[in-house]
């Protein structure tokens, strides 16, 4: 089991249905909430910033957002349900699994069959 704190979620510009989601600057906006101002030059923070994987922008979310700002984690995660986007997490070793809802590190509860 990796330790929780060697991770961070990523979220994709791309449905679970295979969509691009549009608007193209969809990253940036949600980036900006935690974002603040330098010199009349917005500044990503540590806990929500766009990064780039595989070619790819994507939204990341480090988890001490979750601890540091736990209203606005909610809000990040509800944008990503709501709009039905592929979430990750990323271990610090660089293996990903899906985001199931699931603390990482542990697997999802297994649903019992009717």
Do not use: C
């Not at 790819?56 to 986007?85: G, T, Y």
């Amino acid at each position: 089991m990796n330790n929780p704190s060697s991770y961070r979620y990523l979220i994709e510009s791309v449905t679970k249905s295979g969509a691009r989601f549009r608007p193209s600057d969809w990253i940036d906006r949600l980036a900006s909430w935690d974002a603040t101002f330098d010199q009349h030059r917005l500044v990503f923070s540590e806990r929500l910033h766009p990064a780039m994987l595989d070619g790819q922008k994507v939204l990341v979310i480090e988890p001490s957002l979750q601890a540091e700002n736990a209203p606005m984690f909610e809000s990040v995660l509800h944008f990503v349900e709501r709009n039905n986007l592929k979430m990750h997490i990323q271990y610090s070793d660089g293996r990903m699994e899906e985001y199931t809802g699931a603390p990482p590190g542990t697997a999802p509860a297994d649903t019992p069959s009717a």
